[in-house]
């Protein structure tokens, strides 16, 4: 099953393989790039149990998906519900099926965000700048001591208990909010970046550094990459069917070409000695290393150190009792490419994002910073300065008035995804955007500010798309608007909502601006974009 497109935002292609061992493919993936719909199906069960389970999966995803009623994140934990008790049906009705089930991931681009739910231990990978990161927790005894550090992806790869999962879909039934069943993620649909859904039958023969190279040797081609993958992990011995979807954003191709021209000085750096002229120069490189090694008194040979492999990410939990009790005190120990996960509840206090490092509410909406009292030295509930790249999602950040707060969350010179979260009750602005900043902000609720909702200046060049923007700016004395862009900031501004803020919904100060404010919604809006008269 394969299909491939190339559209405006993404390019992708799909294919699953039997492998060398197995007599039969248990595993279905869906790859719809028109409608930005992707699945990778494992089927459990033995003989041909495991393959109807993943096929009813991924038809039955297929159709909820196609119907978009409900947020993304609804429809996803009812599709794969869904699936699950259609599956556990079947099973209970027919003795040749009895406990057949399938681990799947399934993901929807919608409005630049990724949005993922994942059961059992296949796996989501994202390629960006060169670099790759496991985006899924494995739900697994193996893949959690994998991800917390506690064995090495080669160990976790030759481990006999490999395969065993504690989540699956079909073997008990569910409701799409049961705990522990569905986990939902959401990551930005970077243009700059490659995902890679696949089975286990990839992961357990390939690791992520090869995984890594094979999509960077074939960027622009997710046909070959993928083809590529699957012959790897054949060559490597084929133990298990092989599934996998590649997915290219607009920029991939531009993006690893220029890191590598960047990485070698050179784009023409690896072609140059199969030029004819490169032998003469090898030729004299060769005989003058052969003169200095013979005039040259013998020196102890020194053992190259080994290329170190990738760190595993690791989740690190916060809750009340938990791990760790507070957010900071998980951002202390997080190292990059490591994520935090917020239990439900209220936390009293302010945080300074660290590279690489992403957090995200266990449940969105309900793990909440709320600030109560003025904390010293608290200019905002959330900060990032120089941070090259991370990520806030699903949190809600609530000051009250005596907390004095002067800004939800305020980035400077800084690459930030903040998607999904609230923002309400600072003093000054609900989201500053500083500097050279180019962050990506979606879905968010930013209402309730005495100030304007969000303010950009200095260069910065944000993306805001799917947001709310309500009620902000409604002190009398200085009513504010909706988004200020101010400084030489251009932001992309595109299908947010904008509604009964103080003054306009967006105030500019430069005309030519004006282009960049796509397809908004103007809701109770006194004035839907005022440019700003300063003067010089």
Excluded at 127 to 138: C, F, G, S
């Amino acid at each position: 099953m394969q299909k491939t497109k190339a559209s405006p935002n993404w390019k992708a292609w799909g294919q699953t393989d039997q492998g060398r061992k197995r007599h039969n493919n248990e595993d279905r993936i869906l790859c719809d790039p028109d409608r930005g719909i992707f699945v990778v199906a494992d089927g459990m069960g033995g003989e041909a149990a495991g393959e109807v389970a993943a096929q009813q999966a991924v038809d039955f995803i297929g159709t909820r998906l196609s119907s978009e009623t409900g947020t993304v994140a609804r429809r996803l934990r009812e599709a794969i519900a869904g699936a699950n008790n259609e599956i556990y049906r079947l099973a209970s009705q027919n003795s040749e099926w009895h406990g057949m089930a399938c681990v799947l991931t399934a993901a929807v681009i919608e409005n630049g965000i990724l949005h993922v739910g994942h059961v059992g231990d296949s796996r989501l990978y994202r390629i960006q700048n060169n670099a790759i990161r496991k985006l899924t927790p494995d739900h697994s005894p193996v893949g959690q001591k994998e991800d917390s550090g506690e064995l090495t992806e080669l160990e976790a790869m030759r481990h006999p208990r490999r395969n065993e999962v504690f989540r699956d879909v079909g073997s008990q039934p569910h409701k799409p909010e049961d705990p522990d069943f569905v986990e939902y993620l959401q990551f930005p649909f970077e243009r700059d970046a490659a995902f890679v859904f696949c089975s286990d039958g990839l992961s357990d023969m390939l690791s992520s550094r090869e995984i890594l190279g094979a999509v960077l040797e074939n960027a622009g081609r997710p046909q070959a990459a993928v083809r590529s993958l699957i012959d790897k992990a054949n060559a490597a011995g084929g133990k298990d069917n092989i599934s996998v979807i590649v997915v290219e954003s607009a920029d991939f191709t531009t993006s690893t070409a220029k890191n590598t021209a960047v990485m070698g000085k050179s784009g023409r750096s690896a072609s140059w000695f199969r030029e004819p002229w490169a032998f003469l120069v090898y030729g004299i490189i060769l005989s003058l290393l052969a003169i200095s090694i013979f005039k040259s008194p013998a020196k102890p040979q020194v053992e190259t150190p080994p290329i170190p492999s990738i760190r595993a990410s690791v989740v690190l939990h916060v809750a009340p009792s938990g791990e760790h009790s507070t957010i900071a005190g998980a951002l202390e120990a997080a190292n990059d490419g490591d994520r935090i996960e917020v239990a439900d509840g209220e936390y009293q206090e302010i945080l300074k994002l660290k590279d690489g490092v992403d957090i995200f509410a266990k449940t969105p909406g309900k793990a909440v910073i709320h600030l109560t009292q003025a904390l010293p030295n608290a200019n905002a509930a959330v900060t990032a300065e120089g941070v090259k790249r991370a990520g806030i999602m699903g949190l809600a950040i609530k000051a009250e008035p005596s907390a004095a707060l002067p800004v939800g969350i305020r980035l400077v010179n800084s690459n930030v995804s903040i998607v999904g979260v609230e923002v309400s009750g600072a003093v000054r602005t609900g989201i500053q955007v500083e500097g050279d900043s180019g962050s990506f902000l979606a879905g968010c609720y930013v209402h309730g500010n005495a100030g304007p909702g969000i303010v950009t200046s200095g260069t910065s060049i944000p993306i805001m798309t799917g947001n709310l923007i309500y009620a902000n700016g409604l002190v009398r004395t200085q009513a504010a608007p909706g988004l200020y862009v101010t400084g030489n900031s251009v932001p992309e501004v595109r299908r947010n909502t904008f509604s009964g803020n103080g003054a306009e919904a967006i105030r500019l100060q430069k005309q030519e601006l004006k282009e960049k404010m796509m397809d908004n919604l103007f809701i109770n809006s006194r004035k839907t974009v005022l440019i700003e008269h300063i003067r010089q």
